[in-house]
Each structure stands twice: as C-alpha cells, then as structure tokens.
C-alpha cells in the first residue's frame, strides 16, 4: 500500500496563509490525494482532492508536484476555526482510503 | 438532515463479550466504511462496504466482522473483544460516482470503546 508522511504539528498566526506539506512517494498513477481535517471531538470532514492539477474550493487549494509525489494544501487566510488536524490521504482505486497521521494546526490569535 | 448516526457513542464493556457497534446513514450512499483512531496512528480502515452485500477488508480487519444487508446500515461487530480493541471508531458514506472521482466522505460523530 502507498503511505504518506506528514509533519507532527505546524503553527500559523491567524489571518496568514499556511501551507501543509505531504509526501506519498509510492503513490501510484490511479491514486487520489484526498485531505480531511478533524476539529477537536468530531469526525473527519471532506477539505479537497485532486489526482494530477492544482485544486481550488472554498475551503483551500491543493497544490500537487508534477512527479506526484508529494502535495501541499494551502490555506489562503487561516482563522482560529481553522486549528484541527490534517489528514492526507490516498485513495487507492475507488473504495480504499489510506490516512497519514495527520498534522496538527495550531492557529495564534 | 443528512447525517451518519453511531450508537452506542461511549461504550465500556470487558474481554469476550460480544458487541456490536450500529452504523446508520439517511443520504441513500452506496459506499460505507469504518475505521479505528489510536493516539499516533492516525486513522486505518477496518472494513468497506461498496453496496449491499459487498464488504472487503480494509488495513485492520483482524478482529471485527460487518454486514450490509440493508444500504443504510453497516453495522461493525467484535465477536470477542479484546483490550487492544479498546479505540475511538468511526464510521463514513459516500456516493460512488462513475465519473466525479470525489466520493467526499461523511463521517459519523464516533463511538468511544474500551474493553476491560
């Protein structure tokens, strides 16, 4: 199975942006990179996803390295709604999701 | 309001007493999942289920059986728990979709276990 490697925690102050790196160095050509962020006592909630092009939502962007090997979520002005942790994730085929050990955010008001 | 629903969503029981763990969504997914969340693990999928009557193993299925006899339930099953069981699980739908590739996740609030 493919793996992805992600920093233990990052800071940002609030109202900068912040870029959340990962690595997948195995993924393979048919993976998705999927991101999920989890707020403190909640589940999982859907962030962004994408297979080869840079991504945009409402929420974020996702920026993924020609080689796919690695990929960074960019949060464009970070809010103290924002610290969670976040979790990169592949999806391999349709059906199997392989989470990382996330990154914990720490926002400074 | 389209959700997932857990129950029960604390739970302390001891070693060997079966248990099972509902799962229950309203958004008509065919696609259903439960995962474990262990401090510095992470999340890792124990099961899946693509529609009704179609599981498959995820990373950790060691320990747990699911059904899906109905698409809206999928409910996860320790036939004889054990303390390295003890985890925070949650449970998630989505659509599959033929041509979108997204199939965003819905999770559910979680249910805390600890066997004894």
């Known amino acids: 199975d493919a793996k992805t490697t992600q920093p233990n925690s990052m800071e940002s102050n609030e109202e900068e942006p912040v870029h959340l790196p990962c690595n997948h160095s195995?993924?393979?050509?048919?993976?998705?990179i999927h991101w999920y962020r989890q707020l403190p006592s909640q589940g999982p909630e859907y962030v962004i996803h994408?297979?080869?092009s840079n991504v945009n939502n409402r929420m974020a962007s996702l920026a993924i390295a020609e080689d796919r090997k690695s990929s960074t979520l960019i949060l464009h002005r970070a809010t103290l709604r924002d610290a969670a942790v976040y979790y990169c994730i592949l999806r391999e085929g349709t059906y199997k999701y392989i989470f990382g050990t996330g990154t914990r955010l720490k926002v400074l008001a | 309001e389209a959700q997932v629903t857990q129950n029960p969503r604390y739970l302390i029981t001891v070693t060997g007493k079966k248990l099972t763990v509902t799962c229950s969504q309203n958004?008509?997914?065919?696609?259903m999942s439960w995962y474990r969340q262990d401090p510095g693990l992470g999340l890792r999928q124990i099961y899946y289920s693509m529609n009704v009557e179609v599981t498959d193993k995820g990373d950790v299925p060691e320990g747990y059986k699911v059904s899906r006899k109905e698409k809206r339930n999928f409910p996860l099953i320790l036939e004889s728990p054990s303390p390295n069981q003890t985890s925070l699980y949650f449970c998630?739908?989505?659509?599959?979709?033929?041509?979108?590739?997204?199939?965003?996740?819905?999770f559910g609030p979680g249910t805390r276990l600890t066997v004894l």
């Open positions: 998630a739908s989505s659509l599959i979709s033929g041509t979108a590739q997204n199939n965003e996740q819905f």
């Open positions: 958004m008509n997914h065919e696609y």
């Open positions: 195995t993924i393979s050509g048919t993976d998705y």
């Open positions: 994408g297979l080869t």
